[in-house]
């Protein structure tokens, strides 16, 4: 009787686990998928020119069409988002600029932007600007990869640092953790 009592407790403790360890790993698992948030659109419709499933979305005359995503805000006056794929095309309009920010340092201007939220990369376009505490950074094309927190262009840019002057290069690297960057090809400091 006593060895089936241990036995009990031992199943119990065991199965006890097994749940505790699928609680945690299904909120992990939701954690990591998290999808984008359209926190403002003033107007939604559907395009039946546009991807089935994928939703239109425009500013009003009050603001700018508004999602988030993992501590990121991106604003624009029209955006498509394929539902299917957590995936936005973001593009300027009457504002003239999509605003991409994330946390309270680091902020880009564009004219188009596109941004996955399975893959957390973005692509800016046209007359992009990234600013954060100590340098400003203006290309036409930029890359920004939200998992590694890197930006690169290779397009030609240009980035005015607080203390250290104007550098101009063919490609460059902007690690943000690091907040250094990184040029190649005839780079030149003035």
């Known amino acids: 009787m006593l060895l089936c009592k241990k036995h009990i407790a031992l199943n119990s403790l065991r199965n006890l686990f097994l749940v505790l360890t699928f609680c945690i790993s299904t909120l992990s698992f ?3 998928k998290q999808k984008i948030t ?10 039946p020119d546009i991807e089935e499933g994928a939703l239109v979305f425009l500013r009003d005359e009050s603001q700018q069409v508004h999602f988030t995503h993992k501590g990121v805000n991106l604003f624009c006056d029209k955006a498509i988002y394929y539902q299917d794929q957590d995936y936005i095309e973001a593009f300027s309009g009457p504002s003239g600029i999509v605003t991409v920010k994330q946390g309270d340092s680091i902020n880009m201007i564009a004219k188009y932007v596109e941004y996955s939220g399975k893959t957390e990369l973005a ?4 007359e ?3 600013t954060e505490p100590q ?3 203006t290309t036409d094309k930029l890359y920004f990869d939200r998992t590694r927190q890197l930006a690169y262009y290779n397009t030609k840019g240009k980035v005015v640092r607080d203390s250290s002057g104007t550098i101009t290069s063919q490609i460059g690297r902007y690690y943000m953790n690091a907040k250094k960057y990184q040029f190649t090809k005839e780079s030149i400091s003035t």
């Open 123 to 126: 692509f800016a376009q046209g």
């Open 135 to 137: 340098s400003v950074l």
């Open 30 to 32: 939701a954690q990591e």
């Open 128 to 130: 992009v600007v990234l």
């Open 38 to 47: 359209i926190e403002y659109a003033g107007i939604a419709t559907s395009d």
